[in-house]
């Protein structure tokens, strides 16, 4: 019997109808939209379809978009003085610098420039250092978006054991942090696996969920999963064959008792959670003016 289908496109429309609603409230109630600038330097053909992806998800909810291009001869200097000049800018709730960045900029000195309060990506090492601690400000918008897959989809997680394949700050860490902390869509045991991880199939096979972000198309093959296991798939390779996930979704679908598609599965949360994260940092604004 093959797997559920996880929708997450399906759930992203959802949830992003919910944020238009709560947008819609809160502009009444303040007379402040919420608003994202986003940075993008050079001229990354993804970075444009993922920049251009979220300008229009802003548009459909209410949420007010400024796009700030720089060429990709851009110093670290002057991309740190354009961040410095929208963390001044009070009518700017999140910045997002999109990534990657040109090989002359130190990408975590980038980062760690956003002022903790409009850093809507939650990669700044404040927010980092909240997460771990399970008092945050934002959450990290892929694991985020993971964790509230899980939770509408009644996949429980407490006392599950969950293993992540990917150590990256942006998927692997973070995500290791919010499934382990105490409360829904948490309580869960958790291992890590990366490059240096002796017989990776081992311990996929232990996993009750298993979440997937290693960058090489279907790493996962069917013989790695164990019977019933949710799956969730956090790559997008482009291949021959169109854009697959880190998962070989055909073979392992007859295995697991759920998994993500690829595309129509994390993607779309990934942007909605930063939708949700840009709502959030605009009305910490407002508390804090008010105090």
Do not use: W
């Amino acid at each position: 019997m093959s797997a559920q289908i996880l929708d997450g496109k399906a759930l992203a429309e959802q949830i992003r109808s919910e944020i238009k609603e709560q947008v819609a409230a809160f502009v009444a109630e303040t007379g402040l939209t919420p608003c994202l600038a986003v940075i993008l330097v050079g001229n990354n053909a993804a970075s444009e379809v993922y920049v251009r992806n979220k300008q229009v998800a802003c548009e459909k909810i209410g949420i007010k978009s400024e796009m700030y291009r720089l060429p990709e001869t851009t110093s670290e200097r002057e991309l740190l003085t354009q961040i410095d000049m929208l963390n001044r800018n009070d009518a700017v709730h999140g910045i997002l610098v999109q990534l990657p960045l040109p090989k002359q900029m130190n990408e975590q000195n980038i980062l760690d420039a956003i002022i903790p309060e409009k850093d809507v990506d939650a990669f700044h090492s404040d927010n980092v250092g909240r997460i771990s601690q399970g008092r945050p400000r934002f959450l990290p918008c892929t694991p985020y978006g993971i964790q509230e897959l899980l939770i509408r989809n009644h996949i429980a997680t407490a006392g599950k054991h969950a293993v992540i394949i990917g150590r990256s700050n942006i998927v692997g860490k973070p995500m290791a942090l919010l499934l382990v902390q105490k409360g829904c869509g948490g309580d869960a045991t958790v291992t890590i696996c990366h490059s240096r991880t002796p017989d990776i199939a081992a311990m996929t096979r232990q996993a009750d969920i298993l979440i997937v972000a290693i960058g090489q198309a279907k790493f996962v093959t069917a013989d790695m999963v164990k019977p019933g296991a949710t799956v969730i798939d956090v790559g997008m390779n482009r291949t021959e064959e169109g854009l697959v996930g880190d998962v070989d979704f055909s073979a392992v679908k007859e295995i697991a008792g759920a998994i993500t598609p690829v595309p129509g599965g994390v993607g779309p949360l990934t942007v909605t959670m930063l939708l949700l994260n840009t709502l959030t940092a605009a009305k910490n604004f407002k508390n804090c003016r008010q105090l």
